[in-house]
């Protein structure tokens, strides 16, 4: 859906059609997830990697189902925008150690500058950060390429790279 550029228009009907739908695989997906808990609770196994990929998939499905509804998408997306480049920039400094401006000048995606002084910043990144000074026309792709810079070379399991990952799926949604 994300990055095709087409824009799929649905008829009323079609739109009903297709919320009953997303509404009944998200009713089996929670009753399969309520069923893996109950059976792995008895067999003493956790596995949360499992109930958290689960999760991904029922917020995907809200996502599109709000989608099909309508409402403010600039609004929504750049707020998401917002919470995508915090969580990106939160789990790269968890699982690295690194700072923002390392962020910016490994992903090649920011420009960095340094001062006389030595004092590095990233100025562009910084205004993705608070929703009162994100561009008037934000490059979304670059909300979107962060964020795939950062859980390509971070590998370690947190519940932030989870968070990220299904912040990131609804911002594609739109």
């Known amino acids: 859906m994300a990055g095709t550029g087409k824009q799929i228009v649905l008829t009323y009907r079609q739109a009903l059609a297709l919320l009953g739908e997303l509404d009944r695989v998200g009713k089996r997906l929670r009753s399969l997830e309520e069923c893996l808990r109950g059976l792995m609770s008895r067999a003493g196994l956790k596995d949360p990697a499992l109930l958290e990929q689960l999760e991904l998939i029922d917020i995907e499905l809200q996502q599109i189902g709000n989608c099909l509804m309508g409402g403010d998408k600039n609004g929504e997306r750049s707020v998401i925008a917002v919470e995508v480049m915090n969580l990106a920039l939160d789990y790269w400094t968890e699982s690295t150690g690194k700072t923002k401006f ?3 000048s490994e992903s090649m995606l920011w420009k ?3 001062n006389h002084d030595g004092w590095e910043r990233a100025q562009t990144l910084d205004k993705y950060l608070e929703l009162w000074s994100l561009p008037k026309n934000p490059r979304w792709k670059k909300v979107s390429e962060t964020a795939d810079f950062v859980l390509a070379n971070c590998d370690r399991r947190s519940p932030l790279r989870v968070t990220l990952q299904s912040c990131l ?6």
């Open 169 to 174: 799926s609804r911002f594609r949604i739109f």
């Open 102 to 104: 390392e962020l910016a």
């Open 112 to 114: 960095v500058y340094t």
